[in-house]
């Protein structure tokens, strides 16, 4: 038995779903600690596409149970249309393989709005959030005026405080001229969503705890990476959860005591979504991978910003969430370059650093100082079967990126299928 935590090193997007859902096969029960449906996994099975946004993907197995844990924001509307998605995909969701936290908090529709309300006012520095009311949602669970789903058990509460909100949201909306929300709309589609959602709902922690006893193994699905993290990103460039190794455990109640293994997912390139720092962006770059179709956001198909693997980005990450292994994805976006560049430091007004500043205003001076290695011209990574396959140039690769981030490569992807996931050593 072992309990692993997947999360991203980069800004998100690196492929952790396809990963988590290679890793599944081993575990029991497959948890997601924090986010909310800012998060897009795609899953590719059987030659079918699933996109899940709040479930973990565990669920397309069968036999695994999920959890979506007390750090997680969750939309009910969202959550509920996302059932009835994977329900017309032939997926089963039922109480048996589905539980959802009693704490955790939920997104109202005037979370959304206050998103984009906030976004607009930010003019030039706009975040690029996904528009899902995350960062509001948050600020009340902090703010602590937040609903968790064990308010249901009090409705006459509930709907008193739902009232209370839609007020105060809507005196913000009404001085930014924005048409205010009614309060009996704003009921409807929360009563409908949460009387679907109630039987799922339950003390998810203890639950968890009683798999550990029986000897469960539990994979942690990370949601958006690190570098979207409220502490360790590019602030305030970033989600607003800790999207970090230590988010897992407490987005979830399982101590660190009982995680064996770390397992970092990075692409073997960058890319992000929305706005702020990104030192190896390449205008090149990013054309041909759209041109290739690659690199289009699951949640909000927007285009992803390109660039060349960082890694004093991904090597920092690696120590910042105690990465026992990295899975590097998307080793077939390189096929067919000639050349490869690496990130292997910043420069920053005549000075070399080995981790990014802290300022998101220094982070954009940086300067990427590179390296190049030869790409592996006509013998494509795409298609190979096993990790002795790949031609010696895309290999030599993947052990300068391991050397780099001092962290072995275990897991590496050569295209979206299950069985394109190759195993090292
Ligand atoms: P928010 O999480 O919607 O508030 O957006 C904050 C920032 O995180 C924006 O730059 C988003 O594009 C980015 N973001 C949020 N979720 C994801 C994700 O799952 N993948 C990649 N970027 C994300």
Redesign the pocket.
């Known amino acids: 038995m072992s309990n692993t935590i997947i999360v ?1 090193a980069q ?3 690196e492929g952790k779903g396809k990963i988590v859902d290679y890793l599944t096969e081993g575990a029991d029960v497959v948890v997601r600690a924090q ?2 449906n ?4 795609t899953v590719i099975q059987g030659g079918e596409k699933y996109v899940l946004h709040l479930i973990p993907s565990g669920i397309l197995w069968p036999e695994k149970r999920c959890v979506i844990g007390n750090g997680v924001v969750i939309d009910p509307a969202a959550l509920v249309a996302e059932f009835d998605t994977l329900a017309a995909q032939g997926v089963s969701i039922t109480p048996d393989n589905l539980s959802i936290s009693d704490r955790a908090h939920l997104t109202l529709p005037y979370h959304r709005m206050l ?1 984009a309300h906030r976004e607009s006012g930010r003019g030039g520095g706009k ?9 509001p949602t948050y600020a009340d669970k902090i703010e602590r005026s937040g609903f968790r789903l064990a308010d249901l058990d009090d409705p006459v509460g509930l709907a008193e405080k739902l009232a209370a909100k839609v007020e105060e949201a809507n005196l913000i909306l009404d001085a930014a001229g924005v048409e205010p929300l009614d309060l009996a709309e704003v009921g409807a589609e929360f009563n409908e969503a949460t009387d679907r959602l109630a039987p799922y709902v339950r003390d998810t922690a203890s639950y968890l705890h009683g798999q550990l006893k029986e000897g469960r193994s539990l994979l942690f699905e990370g ?3 690190t570098y ?1 993290d409220i502490d360790h ?1 590019t602030y305030p ?5 800790n999207t970090t190794a230590g988010g897992a455990c407490t987005g979830s109640g399982v101590s660190p005591r009982h995680i064996d293994n770390v397992t970092a997912v990075a692409k073997a390139y960058t ?6 720092p990104f030192v190896t962006e390449n205008a090149e770059f990013s054309d041909r991978m759209h041109g290739m179709g690659r690199e289009f ?4 198909g ?1 285009k ?1 910003r390109c660039g060349w693997f960082d890694a004093v980005l991904v090597g920092h990450a690696c120590r910042l969430n105690g990465a026992d292994g990295l899975a590097v994805t998307n080793v077939d976006g390189l096929d067919g370059i000639d050349t490869i560049r690496i990130c292997t430091g910043y420069m920053l007004r005549g000075e070399t650093l080995v981790a990014p500043p802290a300022r998101c205003e220094d982070w954009e001076e940086c300067d990427p100082i590179y390296e190049e290695l030869p790409g592996w011209g006509d013998s494509p990574t795409a298609g190979a079967k096993d990790i002795g396959a790949l031609p010696a140039n895309a290999r030599a690769y993947l052990d300068r990126l391991a050397e780099l981030c001092e962290t072995p490569i275990t897991l590496v992807g050569v295209g979206p299928d299950r069985d394109e996931t190759l195993v090292c050593g």
Do not use: C, E, K, Y
């Open positions: 991203g800004w998100g997007d986010g909310g800012n998060a897009g996994h998103d975040i690029g959030t996904t528009g899902r009311g995350i960062g949601a958006q990476g979207l990103g460039f970033v989600t607003s959860s890319t992000r979504v929305g706005a702020g956001g699951a949640t909000t927007r992803r």
